[in-house]
Structure formats: structure tokens, C-alpha cells
């Protein structure tokens, strides 16, 4: 059995219980009341926790693996190791500073005080930057320290900023990038390392699924080679004929990222009814 940690409610619980269901791995009502779920087609259980949990969860052996903010593992210090990148709840740490406050450089923090919810990634970056500030740890509302005099500025998640601006706050440097992670210890025992090896297997499968479409397009016979250049597909593109003598239809996989200047090469190649379809899994 593989028991993995993942957050009770809070920003990255429904992404994570989502990307299971995308493994293919379900749960009977996952209420949230309950501490543990056991999934009903896969040899797993879950635990709910608070996200602050999940790392010393997972390197006191409690739970085999945990899905938790990296900012979170970064702040915690416990001997977690990254087990693979998920790709959700990405958010960046930064500093954010009264709009009336001047600010040229980093050295103007010297003798502030700062507010934050991640004393110990602060606290690296100052010392690395040579700043003495003073750093004021708040467990919640960090923005609005220095409104009511708690801070002269804060050290917090900035996703896309609206928050900040709402609270008359600018950002001016960006410590860190987070994304959600899985986490392991390097201790696992056998049987539940292999079933994460299986996990991260089926999780690369739906990732690679959603960055990924499935693309048909019909184009006269002379064009073949060069469409097929475009669209090289996982192995080659597959070219069937069509009723129409002289034409065929050619199936293949294009990334998501790439899609709209891969359609106008195509195009400008003679593509015609060309169709773009998601895909479900996809293991290369
Ligand atoms: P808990 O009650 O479990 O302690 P929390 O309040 O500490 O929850 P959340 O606000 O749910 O945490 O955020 C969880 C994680 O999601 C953060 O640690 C961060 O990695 C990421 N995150 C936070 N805010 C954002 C955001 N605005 N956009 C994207 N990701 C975010
Ligand atoms: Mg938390």
C-alpha cells in the first residue's frame, strides 16, 4: 500500500485530487470531513493534511509521498527528495513594498522589517545578499502588515498580483518560482516505491497527454512529404488514402504550445479539414 499526503482544502487539493483521477485512481466520496481515503482501484490511501504537515509527514515515514508547494518543502528543511514536478499552483515569492516607500535596490531593506509566512527562505535570501532586515513571521494576511504598522513590507506568494495592487503594495524582487511537487524520502521501502514508480508513470502519461492534441488533416498526395516533415508525430505520421483518388488524410500529434504556427505551416502546405482532438493518455 502507498500512502501518499496530500492537502485537506486549501489551493492545491483539488488540482491533486484531479491529477489522480487522471492516473485513473479513484476514491470512495472523498468527503472532506475525513482524514483518509482508501483508493478502490489502486493499492493507495491518502491522508488529509494541512499543507505545513505534508513535509515532516513524508520524512518521518508517516506517508510514503506528499504533494505540497516546493516553497513549502523549501521553508520546512525536512530530507524530502523531489520525486516529480506537477506542474500546478504555480506562484512565485517575492518582495512586495508600500507604493510610498522608496525602493532602488535591495540594500534599501536594510533596517526594515519584514512580514512574512516563510521566515527561512527570507532569511536565507538575506543572508546571501548581505541585508540585515528584520523578519516578522505572520501566519496569515501577510499583505496587510504594513497598512496597520506590523511591517514596513512583506515577503509573500504573488500569483498574479491583484492582491498587492489591492493592498496599495508593488512588487520589486522575485525570490523564488514554486510549482506543486511529489515528494518521497530517500528511504522508501520497496513495495511502496514501486507502486510510486507506477504513480509517476501514469502521471507523465496524463501530463504529457494535456500538453499534447491529436490532429487530422486531409492533403493532396504531392504535399505528403512535406506535411509529414511538419508533423513528425511520436514515431512518424500515419497517411491513409482518401475515396478521393489523388488525396490522403494524415493523423498525427502536435504540442499544445506549438499548435498555431504548425496549423499556419500547414495550411500554407495545402492542409485542408484539418480536426484538433485532446488526448486522454499518451505513453511514448
Ligand atoms: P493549509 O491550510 O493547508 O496550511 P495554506 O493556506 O497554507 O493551506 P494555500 O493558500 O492553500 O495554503 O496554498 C497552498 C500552496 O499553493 C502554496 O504553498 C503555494 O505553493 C500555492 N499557492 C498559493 N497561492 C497561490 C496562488 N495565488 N496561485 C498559485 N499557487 C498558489
Ligand atoms: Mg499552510
Not at 153 to 173: A, M, Q, R, Y
Not at 249 to 262: A, L, N, Y
Request: hydrophobic share 45%; proline share 5%; with cysteine.
Amino acid at each position: 500500500m502507498l500512502t501518499v499526503a496530500v492537502q485537506k482544502s486549501g489551493r492545491l487539493s483539488e488540482k491533486t485530487m484531479e491529477l489522480l483521477r487522471e492516473c485513473g485512481i479513484n476514491f470512495q466520496n472523498g468527503g472532506r470531513e475525513k482524514l483518509k481515503a482508501v483508493a478502490t482501484n489502486f493499492p493507495m490511501e491518502i491522508l488529509f493534511l494541512r499543507d505545513d504537515d505534508i513535509p515532516e509527514c513524508v520524512a518521518d515515514g508517516i506517508a510514503h509521498a506528499g504533494v505540497v508547494g516546493e516553497n513549502v518543502v523549501k521553508e520546512k528543511k525536512r530530507d524530502v527528495q523531489v520525486a516529480h514536478k506537477l506542474g500546478f499552483a504555480r506562484c512565485r515569492l517575492s518582495l512586495a513594498v508600500p507604493k510610498s516607500m522608496p525602493f532602488q535596490s535591495l540594500a534599501d531593506l536594510n533596517g526594515r522589517k519584514i512580514a512574512t509566512s516563510f521566515p527561512n527562505i527570507l532569511k536565507e535570501f538575506l543572508e546571501k545578499n548581505a541585508i540585515q532586515a528584520e523578519i516578522h513571521e505572520i501566519n496569515g494576511s501577510v499583505e496587510i502588515a504594513p497598512s496597520i504598522g506590523l511591517a514596513d513590507l512583506i515577503f509573500d506568494i504573488v500569483s498574479t498580483g491583484s492582491t498587492l495592487l489591492s493592498n496599495g503594495l508593488k512588487e520589486v524582487h522575485t525570490v523564488m518560482r514554486s510549482e506543486a511537487i511529489l515528494i518521497t524520502t530517500p528511504s522508501l521501502p520497496a513495495e511502496a516505491a514501486e507502486l510510486l514508480d507506477k504513480l509517476i508513470f501514469r502521471i507523465q502519461a496524463a501530463q504529457r497527454a494535456a500538453s499534447y492534441k491529436y490532429i487530422l488533416l486531409n492533403a493532396p498526395n504531392d504535399s505528403i512529404e512535406k506535411i509529414s516533415a511538419i508533423l513528425p508525430g511520436m514515431k512518424s505520421p500515419t497517411v491513409m488514402p482518401l475515396a478521393m483518388e489523388g488525396w490522403s488524410s494524415v493523423h498525427s500529434v502536435i504540442k499544445e504550445d506549438d499548435f498555431w504556427e504548425v496549423i499556419e505551416k500547414l495550411k500554407e502546405n495545402g492542409a485542408q479539414g484539418i480536426l484538433v482532438i485532446p488526448i486522454e493518455k499518451m505513453i511514448m
